[in-house]
């Protein structure tokens, strides 16, 4: 990934879908690993609006998550100065490069994407096509800007591998169009956990085990409170993913925001318990949100400032990806205009 004076930048593209406020499993696995890269890389980062409507939104919320996440994006150090920050249905061609890769998706590989089987599962009253063809969308958004790095958490890299199926499909029919992305994930964070049930991964869909990169100190200190800890008799700070799932979360947590080694937690509260390390999990937690929570709040002050900035931002990402759409038409056979 080093990147030297005379080549040009490596490109590196994500993006969340506002369907939920952030939380703290966007922030680990995803954002924090997108800051700080934008003197080495050429970075694009996107409000994944589009995505969202495979379930149903309420329309007014859609739109004020869709600003705050621009704002938290910011506010999480994204220099719109340095990153290119856009909306997804402000840039047209995702739309269309999205269904000229439906057509080179197997109905089987879409059938073993877990995202679509989990949601399926918890929104039997809206199967719709959308849902289904998803990856599609994903694969397009990713292709369109041509990056080398696709930073993700653990429960993405499947959407990207089945990315790079396309790639392959596509490029072997008509030579090299697009460029293979690379997952990335995170040494620390890549899955972070529910506090309230550790077995499956923090989601915005158990609120009560989720923490929201706005939420209050006081309602995080206690969600930190109340974390699921193991039920074995040991009691001790170790990590130990099978045999202590809740613990060993908390050590991934509180290792993700103080750099600090599992050795190092272990040491640091040995013999001390459970009742003096999730406090101390959810102090941390605390100081790493606040200036994210202040940030955010002043910028929302700011409407003007954050419509330029997602005016530049889809005129830059526009630019780019016209580029790769008039390739793909051309490949295809679709006679120019
Ligand atoms: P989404 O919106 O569900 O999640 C956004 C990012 O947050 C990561 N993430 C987590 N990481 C660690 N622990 C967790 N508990 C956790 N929960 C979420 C996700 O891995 C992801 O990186 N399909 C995508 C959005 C998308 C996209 C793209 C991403 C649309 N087009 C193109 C990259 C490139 C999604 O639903 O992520």
New binding site residues.
């Given amino acids: 990934m080093e990147n030297t004076e005379n080549t040009p930048k490596k490109v590196m593209?994500?993006?969340?879908?506002?369907?939920g406020d952030l939380?703290?499993?966007?922030?680990?696995?995803?954002?924090r690993n997108w800051a700080g890269r934008a003197d080495q890389f050429d970075c694009f980062y996107?409000m994944?609006d589009m995505?969202t409507i495979t379930v149903r939104q309420n329309p007014a919320d859609l739109r004020r998550r869709t600003l705050e996440q621009l704002a938290q994006y910011i506010a999480c150090g994204l220099d719109p100065e340095k990153n290119t920050l856009f909306v997804?249905s402000h840039v047209h061609q995702h739309a269309e490069l999205g269904w000229v890769l439906n057509c080179y998706t197997m109905f089987g590989e879409l059938s073993r994407m877990t995202?679509f089987k989990d949601k399926a599962d918890r929104h039997k009253e809206n199967v719709n096509g959308g849902l289904f063809t998803?990856?599609c969308?994903?694969?397009a958004?990713?292709l369109l800007y041509q990056p080398d790095f696709?930073?993700?958490?653990?429960?993405?890299?499947q959407?990207?591998e089945l990315?790079r199926n396309i790639v392959q499909r596509f490029n072997g029919i008509y030579g090299d169009v697009f460029k293979m992305p690379e997952p990335f994930i995170?040494k620390a964070?890549?899955?972070?956990?529910?506090l309230s049930a550790p077995e499956s991964?923090?989601?915005k869909s158990v609120p009560e085990g989720c923490v929201f990169l706005m939420e209050q100190p006081e309602d995080i200190r206690r969600k930190f409170k109340r974390a699921v800890t193991d039920s074995d008799t040991e009691h001790c700070v170790r990590y130990d993913p099978e045999k202590k799932p809740g613990v060993s979360n908390l050590m991934t947590i509180y290792s993700a925001v103080t750099g600090k080694s599992y050795e190092e937690i272990e040491s640091e509260f040995d013999g001390q318990g459970y009742g003096a390390f999730k406090p101390a999990v959810g102090d941390a937690v605390i100081e790493t949100l606040r200036p994210i929570r202040e940030e955010t709040q002043r910028l929302l002050k700011d409407k003007a400032y954050l419509e330029d900035v997602y005016r530049t931002g889809a005129q830059r990402a526009s630019a780019v990806a016209e580029k790769t759409l008039r390739k793909v038409y051309k490949k295809v056979g679709f006679l120019q205009r």
């Fill in positions: 593209l994500s993006g969340i879908q506002p369907s939380h703290l499993g966007n922030y680990l696995g995803a954002i996107f994944a995505h997804q995202q998803y990856p969308l994903m694969a958004d990713i696709v930073p993700v958490g653990e429960d993405q890299k959407h990207v990315t995170p964070g890549a899955r972070v956990m529910g991964k923090m989601s």
